[in-house]
């Protein structure tokens, strides 16, 4: 039983099956005293909404390990929609890069604009908090492999940057 779950947990999976979206209302409580959304807090729904999609697609516990740049393109009030869109882009050995956009909306306009993108990596790990294999993804298009293709060199570049050779 118990190895027929770990071979589960180790079949490729689509990225479909953990897209995660988010909508969150701005309130005051998220705002600073231009009345814009916190960086933290738009920070915080970005950690989280990938760190769903990150379980979602593990079927695992997985924590965050790297957070790559992070440029807020253009703020979002209070009375507004911030949307958050978390993809699964790579997965690598035990750990898995997620992409997240995150737009802002006025409601009533409709009219909607870029907000924040960002790479997060997560680790899969067990219940001694040790790295295990993680789910590979599933390649099933052009578009996946070079996703996947692509990730691999975000992760070369963010290893040498986090880990410079001492
Ligand atoms: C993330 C963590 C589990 C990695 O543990 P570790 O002992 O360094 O493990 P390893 O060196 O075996 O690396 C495990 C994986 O993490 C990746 N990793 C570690 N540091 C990384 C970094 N700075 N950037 C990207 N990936 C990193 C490794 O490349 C490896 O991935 P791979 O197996 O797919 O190649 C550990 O550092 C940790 O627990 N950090 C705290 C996490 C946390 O508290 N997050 C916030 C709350 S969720």
């Not at 050995?93 to 993108?117: A, F, K, Q, Y």
């Not at 070079?146 to 986090?162: C, F, N, P, T, V």
Request: glycine share 4%.
């Amino acid at each position: 039983m118990q190895r027929m779950s770990v071979k589960l947990l180790l079949t490729p999976r689509s990225r479909r099956e953990s897209m995660t979206e988010m909508t969150e209302y701005v309130l005051p409580q998220h705002a600073n005293a231009l009345g814009n959304v916190f960086g933290g807090q738009i920070m915080a729904w970005v950690d989280l909404c990938a760190a769903i999609t990150a379980q979602r697609h593990a079927g695992h516990m997985a924590v965050t390990a790297f957070v790559d740049d992070l440029m807020f393109e253009n703020p979002v009030k209070v009375g507004e929609v911030v949307h958050l869109r978390a993809q699964l882009t790579a997965t690598f050995r035990t750990s898995m890069e997620i992409e997240v956009t995150v737009s802002g909306e006025d409601l009533s306009t409709r009219r909607r604009w870029p907000c924040v993108h960002a790479y997060l990596t997560f680790v899969c790990i067990d219940e001694d908090r040790k790295p295990i294999p993680v789910t590979p993804l599933l390649l099933e298009s052009d578009e996946v492999r070079a996703s996947q293709l692509l990730g691999e060199e975000r992760r070369a570049h963010r290893l040498k940057r986090s880990r410079p050779p001492s």
